[in-house]
């Protein structure tokens, strides 16, 4: 699969590309600042870039602090399912819920913030983890007539994965691009992930095909 066609109709989602999710952050995933280079070499083929950011509020439910007697990764039931438990991460208007600076990103028309209410996560940049509240992004492409989207930033098996997925759901085509991502991993969740997505018919690439 080499050069794949990328017009107008097409879009970069970045993910979550914060200092949270960095080394020094609140929530770091293991080489995750090693996307942004990857990320920044690819902008330029991209008409269209779109950037998510998790939001949360302070107390926000998916924080274990906010439970008593939990702690980071574990699992919990809320109302709308099962829910990770994070250390406390992403808290609007935080250096810690900032776009990393040595990402460059000067076209990117979007930013979906998400994650902002209290009581729901949100990995998805289209959908939140009630299932039912959307983010508008899925309204916003077709409104620009994209209907293909690459996926790019952190974490793989979390917030990336959730958008892919979601994507497909609303019935684009969708691409991660794997090198441009990094994954948290709580007992495999990287390859369940990938598993989950491949079967959705995301297609899984690397930057050097574009
Ligand atoms: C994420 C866990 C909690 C992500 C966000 O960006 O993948 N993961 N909040
Ligand atoms: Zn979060």
Not at 37 to 62: K, Y
Not at 104 to 109: D, F, G, H, N
Not at 157 to 167: E, G, M
Request: aromatic share 8%; with cysteine; hydrophobic share 40%.
């Amino acid at each position: 699969m080499k050069n794949l066609r990328i017009g107008s109709a097409s879009a970069l989602i970045v993910v979550d590309v914060q200092n949270c999710f960095v080394d020094g952050g609140t929530l770091p995933v293991a080489h995750g600042a090693e996307v942004i280079p990857v990320i920044n070499g690819l902008a330029p083929l991209f008409e269209n870039i779109v950037m998510t950011q998790d939001w949360h509020t302070e107390g926000h439910s998916s924080f274990a602090s906010s439970h008593q007697g939990k702690k980071p990764f574990d699992v919990v039931s809320l109302p709308y399912g099962q829910q990770v438990l994070w250390p406390d991460h992403g808290i609007q208007g935080t250096p810690d819920a900032d776009l990393h600076k040595d990402l460059k990103l000067p076209t990117a028309q979007l930013i979906i913030r998400k994650g902002y209410r209290k009581d729901i996560d949100s990995y998805s940049a289209f959908m939140e983890a009630d299932r039912k509240t959307t983010t508008g992004l899925a309204a916003y492409l077709r409104a620009h007539q994209i209907d293909t989207v690459f996926i790019v930033g952190l974490a793989t098996d979390f917030c990336v994965a959730w958008t892919a997925l979601d994507a497909r759901a609303a019935g684009l085509n969708a691409y991660v691009i794997e090198d441009a991502c990094r994954g948290i991993d709580l007992n495999g969740s990287v390859q369940s992930a990938w598993k989950n997505m491949t079967e959705k018919g995301v297609k899984r690439i690397q930057s050097s095909e574009l």
